[in-house]
């Protein structure tokens, strides 16, 4: 196993040199655990932290390193490790953290390709689809959607969901799998190109795990059932790892999502809804909502049937929620910089100049 096997490219290694940092071992990070790293290389894993400098000049979660980052750090005892730099990221993916206004979650780091994962059976919802593929076209990933546990369908019924999703859907690899009789996997395995990093999406139970130890013939993660009462609280992976695959690729199994959370979605929600941001040129208004206004040429799509309903409502939705989201930021800030006023002005009429 190489660097190169890794995802490491020269981009990063002219960084490297360009940058002070050639005394550095390098490596990619494949797990967190609260602040505490592994890092692999390609002869070792290394438990690692961060230097105290990195900590004390770190303002903001994407400061500290993430599952998917290269950095550069020192050895000790071995397999050791002391991190002091993070290498520019290629993208990162981000969502808003649960049940907060205006906090962001890093997923991961350097990711090529996103596999979004649902299963056919119960999970299946193309909203949610849209959702991770504005996810991905924010964060600069590319997106495949993966449609597994086929064995649980009859073929008609497989056929009947890729066409729903090739009516909303435009431009995006759609694979059919199933983890438990392989069907599709040729085709799966074809779109995993060695040095590429590949990041497993999806609810909880839809096969994220089973997938990745298929792939690599080992139990590398714990799978669950889901229990026939509920999917609440059921989450078999708990935490981000990093693997890489023996036939080629990188892949990096995450928990379940519960919500797909949007933080500042604006250029995705686009790229998700290319036609109707097309159709929008030629509204009468050019702040046009597209929902009562005169000369809306959305509308006139959707009147005479040439565009799908449900897919423009959840166009909507999704442009309500990034507005609230970017007017939940905008109230974050005022808040901030009220604090630092007020602890200026603290500061000027309390503290006493240094003697
Ligand atoms: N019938 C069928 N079951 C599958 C398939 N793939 C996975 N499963 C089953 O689905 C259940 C959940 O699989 P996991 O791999 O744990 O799901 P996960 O997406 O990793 O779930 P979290 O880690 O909780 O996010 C397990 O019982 C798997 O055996 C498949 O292709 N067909
Ligand atoms: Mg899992
Ligand atoms: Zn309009």
């Given at each position: 196993m190489?660097?190169?096997?890794?995802?490491?490219h020269d981009e990063l290694e002219e960084y490297r040199l360009k940058n002070g940092l050639g005394d550095f071992a390098i490596g990619r990070v494949i797990a967190e655990h609260k602040e505490r790293y592994i890092?692999?290389?390609?002869?070792?894993?290394?438990?690692a932290e961060i230097t105290g400098n990195l900590r004390y000049s770190a303002q903001e979660r994407t400061?500290?390193?993430?599952?998917?980052?290269?950095?550069?750090?020192?050895i000790f005892d071995e397999?050791?490790?002391?991190?002091?730099?993070?290498?520019?990221?290629?993208?990162?993916?981000?969502?808003?953290?649960?049940?907060?206004?205006?906090?962001k979650q890093i997923i991961a780091a350097n990711i090529d390709y996103a596999l979004i994962i649902q299963a056919v059976d119960?999970?299946?919802?193309?909203?949610?689809?849209?959702?991770?593929?504005?996810?991905?076209?924010?964060?600069?990933?590319?997106?495949?959607?993966?449609?597994?546990?086929?064995?649980?369908?009859?073929a008609q019924e497989l056929s009947e969901k890729l066409a729903q999703i090739d009516e909303r859907v435009t431009d995006v690899p759609v694979l059919a799998i199933s983890?438990?009789?392989?069907?599709?996997?040729?085709?799966?395995?074809?779109?995993?190109?060695?040095?590429?990093?590949y990041c497993l999406l999806g609810s909880s139970g839809v096969g994220k795990s089973t997938l990745l130890n298929t792939l690599s013939d080992s139990t590398l993660m714990q799978t669950k059932a889901i229990s026939a009462h509920s999917d609440r609280g059921r989450h078999a992976t708990t935490h981000r790892e990093l693997h890489l695959l023996e036939?080629?690729?990188?892949?990096?199994?995450?928990?379940?999502?519960?919500?797909?959370g949007m933080a500042d979605f604006s250029a995705g929600i686009s790229s998700t809804f290319d036609h109707i941001v097309a159709l929008s040129g030629s509204c009468k208004y050019k702040n046009c909502t597209h929902t009562n206004e005169p000369g809306c040429s959305v509308r006139v799509a959707l009147e005479k049937g040439e565009?799908?309903?449900?897919?423009?409502?959840?166009?909507?939705?999704?442009?309500?929620e990034k507005e609230h989201f970017e007017m939940s930021l905008v109230d974050k800030r005022k808040r901030d910089r009220a604090f630092g006023k007020l602890m200026k002005d603290y500061k000027k009429h309390y503290a006493r100049p240094k003697d």
């Open positions: 190489t660097l190169e096997d890794l995802g490491y890092i692999k290389n390609a002869d070792n894993e290394f438990e400061d500290y390193p993430a599952v998917g980052d290269w950095v550069a750090f020192s397999t050791k490790g002391l991190i002091h730099a993070i290498f520019p990221r290629h993208s990162l993916l981000e969502r808003k953290a649960v049940g907060k206004t205006s906090d119960r999970d299946f919802n193309i909203n949610r689809l849209e959702r991770y593929l504005t996810l991905c076209y924010t964060s600069n990933v590319r997106p495949i959607i993966v449609l597994n546990k086929i064995d649980l369908i009859t983890n438990q009789t392989r069907q599709g996997y040729d085709g799966l395995k074809s779109v995993l190109l060695n040095g590429k990093t036939s080629g690729g990188i892949l990096i199994d995450n928990p379940g999502m519960r919500e797909v565009l799908d309903f449900s897919g423009y409502e959840n166009y909507l939705k999704m442009e309500k």
